[in-house]
């Protein structure tokens, strides 16, 4: 079933009105959702119309369907991927055997910890962002920040009503909690850690919807091979949306290169301190925090060697990224790894199982991924003809999760000592002085076809309208 | 499911993506439901000898990258490896670069790119509307969505066969067209229907005009069109013998349809048929040409050629079985045989029915295969074939047997499946038989 009903409390392609105690069960929580919603949603935009990307149905032809919507009315509900008949499993110990449709038993606590794991980043970042409507450089970043939000709180419905469905009195539960977390709440913080760090300006958020949705997109390509088939095609259909998260990212970086390099070139200079009174972000600032949201989200895929992980792999919860195209055995069970560590103040690599190491394995396509974007960011100096390049730190750096955790080590991957790293840190992470020129930028600037001066237009608009499109109408 | 058209006058509408635009989400690829869509480290791709147009990808995509067509030569389709090495797309080709690109496209490709640039350069766009055959289908006809994922087209022969005779091409084009003389233009369907099919014959004087069997010609017809430009050519396929219609002197025959209505059988006069078929002996035509250099009939002794065709699809059919008529006296091809389909809607329709019903029936195995016969069931060209199942599947294992399939864009489908069904049948393997055939230059798809 591909179609999507949305004249229903709670919109879905999975029959919620043939099971009446679970809509029941989501209709009640639906309310706290509006609640925390309104609480800690986007700030000041209850009355906008924003031009919104909504599914009808969940195949190639419905899904993307745009037109003005209200963020609150936007239909948050419940899509799957359509069921593959006959999905058998293809890896881990349980390869080839038919696709649970049912959580077994004995899996039940780890899924569940998965579930709630990828469910608690979903309205974390929408609290992050709560705030960035307020300063935003054109209608366009404008609309594409609340196309953000409401399909992070679109990916919340999706874990929410797993935990729901399948997971009894204890998934009620977890997905209350879910709304009673926050993000940097001292008492009550988000799960992971990059979650509860402040998205306090624009280039906080682009950075962080590059690298930190591509986590998403690793983390949901792996939850999309699982066994348990509502996992996966759930996963799958948020992936599609998750790739929206990414481009804003990708395309908001680049566009900030891309004007930096304008103006570098205008005034003849790479004088930090003339860029900035110009009023565009210099590109050694750009780096540090690059390098800052690169480390944090590389700490999301948790421990180098991790019991879990492997557990999560033979078990059939979990797969690789692209399990279905890798030409192995798909049980790993005498295959090793490197990972990295550090012995005598030097680093090096030792083997490890395999399966042992799969958040590694996860790690290192992640980082292949983010490498070759970073690359694509390095064109826009290229053309312009500006001799600086940007990179990515190296894996150990400034780590806080894993072997490598406290372990102080420059960008290029060379340890240091703790008094190397107090001294130099500030060239290798955004300072406080970096934030506070950043934040004196952030003005919001919302004539359609206008952009603040610190970020070029994009390319083309949303769903082929021109640029000046009034993507975000105030009421 | 909206679709687009790919290939249409010999151009390939190619999809790309644009790697400046791309941010390598990976959603496109998991979305093309038939695998069309491949990456690499660097680049996201689209196999252009996979895509089939359905657009299912392009709403997903987040950026807009994979919205981006390039025309190409249908046969020179940029390729993954060069596409993985782009850091942006290549420029679009010019009107003038396709052309000369597309001179070495496959027989009706290479015409109409022709004709579809020259029309680009006075301006009056390119595409379907600007050229077409003779025939019933008006001009939109050549525009065929590609909706199959079975792409029948792709099993065309781009080569000609190894003994057929070297083809001349492009002697005259837009710019110097032949000036030719009508010396014959008769009804060859029954008298008094509405789709009367008209065969013309053009004399080139002492205009050199050499064509062989299966090449075409284009027809400028006089006066402007609507917005005041010149008319473009229209293309034809010869339906006489290498040595002209009246062997020993310089001329051609045409087999041309009067177009009365559209596709949707909307009444719209054909500008280029209606003209053809008024001629009158002793006028003038402009002609450029000759196109095509790979739908050419085999010429060694024990070559067998299989024609299937529909109404003035039966052109070339007709040149080989002239040329064929001609040299069996010589007794040069006691073993090659001929073997043709013929589908039309009615047999008052079908063109040349009457001489070829008079052809020698162990000169030629005739069949036909009539769709509004009243009171019979519809009939096309594969239902035909399927029944000659057997026989076909006998030919089919002789690696001297030839296909030719011409007419209406809407039977190559059915025609390349049923002759896969046939071979399948018949216990061969379908993809080495299919495969062969168009290497070796064996079977030959020209629909419009």
Excluded at chain 1, 399 to 426: C, F, H, Y
Aim: aromatic share 8%; glycine share 8%.
């Amino acid at each position: 079933m591909s179609t999507i009903d949305y004249s229903v409390k709670i919109p879905n392609n999975v029959d919620l009105s043939g099971d009446r105690t679970l809509q029941r069960a989501l209709e009640s929580w639906q309310p706290n959702f509006i609640k925390w919603w309104d609480d800690v949603g986007p700030e000041g935009s209850t009355h906008y119309d924003v031009y919104l990307r909504t599914a009808v149905s969940v195949d190639p032809q419905g899904w993307a369907q745009f037109g003005y919507v209200k963020m609150r009315d936007y239909r948050w509900g419940i899509f799957l991927n359509p069921a593959e008949q006959d999905r058998t499993i293809h890896f881990g110990d349980h390869k080839g055997e038919k696709a649970w449709q049912e959580v077994p038993g004995e899996h039940r606590a780890n899924l569940r910890r998965i579930i709630v794991t990828q469910g608690d980043t979903e309205p974390a970042s929408v609290e992050q962002q709560r705030h960035l409507g307020l300063t935003a450089p054109s209608l366009y970043d404008l609309r594409n920040l609340f196309q953000v939000n409401v399909e992070e709180g679109r990916h919340l419905w999706a874990m929410v009503y797993l935990l729901h469905k399948y997971f009894g009195r204890d998934g009620r539960e977890e997905a209350e909690a879910l709304l009673e977390r926050q993000s940097g709440d001292e008492n009550n913080p988000r799960i992971l850690g990059a979650f509860n760090e402040k998205t306090p300006d624009w280039l906080s958020f682009f950075m962080f919807t590059y690298f930190t949705d591509r986590d998403g997109k690793f983390q949901l390509a792996a939850l999309a091979e699982s066994a348990f088939d509502p996992l996966a095609r759930t996963t799958r259909f948020m992936l599609t949306e998750e790739a929206h998260h990414m481009f804003v990212g990708e395309s908001g970086v680049s566009r900030v290169l891309q004007r930096t390099c304008q103006v570098m070139n205008e005034l003849g200079t790479d004088d930090v301190n003339k860029l900035r009174a110009a009023g565009v972000i210099d590109l050694p600032t750009m780096q540090r925090y690059l390098n800052f949201h690169y480390s944090v989200t590389i700490d999301l895929f948790g421990a180098d060697q991790s019991s879990n992980a492997a557990t999560f792999y033979s078990s059939g919860l979990k797969g690789r990224y692209e399990e279905g195209k890798r030409a192995d055995d798909h049980a790993l069970h005498d295959q090793s790894y490197k990972v990295l560590e550090v012995v005598d103040g030097k680093l090096q690599e030792k083997d490890v199982p395999m399966l042992n190491a799969l958040n590694e394995v996860l790690r290192d396509d992640y980082i292949k991924d983010s490498n070759a974007g970073v690359a694509r960011w390095n064109k826009v100096m290229e053309k312009a003809g500006i001799d600086f390049r940007l990179s990515v730190p190296h894996k150990a750096f400034n780590r806080q999760i894993g072997a490598l955790a406290g372990v102080r080590m420059s960008p290029d991957g060379r340890p240091v000592t703790e008094q190397e790293w107090e001294s130099r840190k500030n060239e290798w992470l955004p300072t406080d002085g970096d934030r506070s020129f950043v934040a004196s930028l952030m003005k919001q600037c919302l004539a359609p076809g206008k952009f603040a001066g610190w970020i070029a237009p994009p390319v083309m608009g949303i769903n082929r309208q021109p640029v000046d499109f009034d993507y975000v109408k105030f009421q | 499911m909206t679709t687009t058209t790919l290939i249409a006058n010999g151009i390939l509408n190619q999809h790309l993506i644009d790697p400046e635009i791309c941010i390598r989400c990976n959603t496109c690829e998991a979305t093309c439901p038939i695998d069309a869509i491949t990456h690499d480290d660097t680049n996201y791709v689209v196999m252009a000898d996979k895509c089939n147009g359905c657009m299912d990808c392009i709403s997903p995509c987040p950026t807009g990258a994979i919205d981006n067509w390039r025309k190409v030569p249908a046969a020179e389709p940029y390729p993954i490896d060069a596409q993985y090495g782009w850091d942006e797309l290549p420029p679009a080709l010019s009107a003038e670069q396709l052309a000369a690109a597309a001179s070495d496209v496959q027989d009706l490709s290479q015409a109409q790119a022709v004709i579809a640039a020259a029309a680009e350069s006075t301006g009056s766009g390119t595409g379907s509307s600007t050229s077409t055959r003779a025939s019933a289908s008006s001009a939109s006809s050549v525009e065929q969505s590609v909706q199959e994922s079975f792409r029948a087209a792709s099993f065309g022969a781009t080569v000609p066969p190894w003994s057929a005779a070297h083809a001349y091409t492009n002697l005259h084009g837009p710019k110097n067209p032949v000036t030719a003389t009508v010396v014959g233009n008769i009804n060859c369907t029954e008298a008094g229907f509405d789709n009367e099919t008209h065969h013309i014959v053009l004399d080139f004087g002492s205009m050199p005009f050499p064509v062989l069997e299966g090449q075409s010609v284009g027809i400028i017809p006089p006066g402007t069109d609507a917005t005041g430009r010149p008319h473009v050519a229209r293309q034809y396929s010869i339906a006489s013998a290498r040595n002209g219609e009246r062997p020993g002197y310089n001329n051609a025959a045409l087999t041309v349809k009067r177009v009365t209505a559209d596709h949707e059988g909307r009444p719209v006069r054909g500008v280029a048929s209606n003209y053809l078929c008024d001629l009158k002996v002793g006028d003038t035509v402009q002609v450029i040409g000759p196109f095509g250099h790979s739908f050419l009939m085999p010429n060694h002794p024990r070559s067998h050629i299989v024609m299937i065709c529909t109404g003035t699809g039966s052109a070339p059919m007709r040149a080989m079985t002239e040329w064929r008529r001609r040299l069996r006296k010589s007794g040069k091809f006691d073993g090659g045989k001929l073997m043709l389909f013929f589908g039309a809607r009615t047999p008052q329709e079908l063109p040349y029915f009457g001489p070829l019903q008079s052809l020698p029936k162990d000169f030629i195995d005739n069949n036909f295969a009539f769709s509004r016969v009243p009171g019979q069931p519809r009939r096309y060209v594969q239902d035909a074939m399927r029944e000659r199942a057997a026989d076909l599947a006998a030919l089919l294992r002789d690696e001297n047997t030839h296909i030719f399939v011409c007419g209406l864009k809407s039977m190559e489908e059915g025609v390349v499946l049923a002759l896969r069904d046939v071979i399948v049948q018949a216990g061969m393997d379908w993809d080495g038989v299919a495969a062969r055939l168009k290497q070796q230059g064996r079977l030959h798809l020209e629909t419009y």
